[in-house]
């Protein structure tokens, strides 16, 4: 479970920003909200809006990024530069890049440490954190500083129980988690774990879908079609929710058969009307009903195993009912039984109205180009009763276009 997360100096956020999931006993006492196994209410949907280029994007990569950073960095060659960027519009470049993440595992809060730049870790911290009613501490698990003098770390591992050889296998672009795994660290292992259950369309470029990143709509979509003809009961929930959106539709039919060199996929939509049943290739569909499919994908993951989904544009070719129905999958606890979370970015506003002040994340740029980011409870005077659309629309709470 994420508790909150942050960063400084990371692409379009100069100052520190925070998203925290965290709310007090003012939030509604709904099902938008449930229980940590610590006694935390955290919220289980964030959601954020802002004009474009105001740094939505840029706000979400910080989950991905971290996932990347702790449980996959390994993989890199020890040349290899780290996949990040600092504010750029000011002498801040030269400053490090500072995350920190707070997250749940098991009934332990950890609090992850970061400062970084694209050559090498600077600094790296975990802590496990305690909290009674009366005071909340911490105590250090491990940490690690470059001394640049010495051209080496300075590690401490007091309560890690660090397994033999591992200062040898520390690296300049990889976390301490990730080297302890290579030596079978059973905490890293859980560690690790918990962020391989995070699923998202967001990478270093921003948004996957973007036809200026690493990826495109067709890999994407043959990519989900390969997963989903691996995985039958997925696909049944797939089609179940495809079939509330798509009228007549009845079934996905996946055929996948080798070939030298690997495999094809022969994929038909069954369609029924009038007693009567017709079936199209999927390439056929609507750009909704494959963006939706792509979508599912990840959802239905995450709702399975649990974790967080971390999606940008959700709302790209969906009715905006689409995108409430799919929030609607992680608010109902029938639907999300092991309380798994998302964060999202829209440009559907209407959404707003469907939830609390203590969900709703505003992204916008000040007149020095950096982005700034708060949660519409932080605000004063809003009320718990306001028309949250109404009011975002007329730019009462900021992050709307300025057009001249």
Known sequence: ????????????????TTVNFVVNENAPKDNGYFVSTVGE????????????????TNLLKVLPFLKWLIADSFEKKPSDLILVKPFLLNNQKAEPIEL????????????YNFKLNEKKILFEELRIKSKTKKKTTSKKIFSREWMEAEQKYKFTDKNFNSPKGIE??????????????????????????????METNVNEAGWVGDSLGTSNPKIQLAGTLGFFSENESLKKEAEDVLSKFDL???????????????????????????????????YYESSGTKQLFILLR??????????????????VNLHPEMVSSLLDL???????????????????????????KYQIILVEKNESGASESWRLDEMTGVRADDNYFTKYIAGTYGAVPKIS
Request: glycine share 6%.
């Open 1 to 16: 479970m994420i508790h909150s997360f942050s960063c400084k100096n990371f692409y379009s956020f100069r100052d520190l």
């Open 41 to 56: 209410r955290l919220s289980k949907a964030e959601i954020v809006i802002g004009p474009n280029a105001s740094g939505k």
């Open 100 to 111: 920190s993440v707070e997250f749940e595992i098991d009934s332990k809060i950890y609090v």
């Open 168 to 197: 040898g296998l520390l690296r300049t672009n990889a976390s301490v988690i990730e080297s302890a795994i290579r030596l079978n660290h059973k905490e890293s292992q859980a560690i690790s774990q918990y962020w391989q259950q």
């Open 248 to 282: 007549g539709l009845d079934a996905i039919n996946i055929k996948k058969e080798k070939v030298e060199g690997g495999f094809t996929l022969d994929v038909q939509i069954t369609h029924s009307f009038n007693g009567q049943k017709h079936s199209l290739p999927i």
């Open 298 to 315: 990840t959802i239905l993951l995450v709702l399975k195993r649990g974790g967080i989904a971390v999606l940008d544009e959700l709302d």
């Open 330 to 356: 992680f608010i109902n606890p029938e639907t999300n039984p092991k309380n798994s979370q998302i964060i999202f970015s829209t440009h559907s506003h209407q959404i707003l109205n469907r939830l609390d």
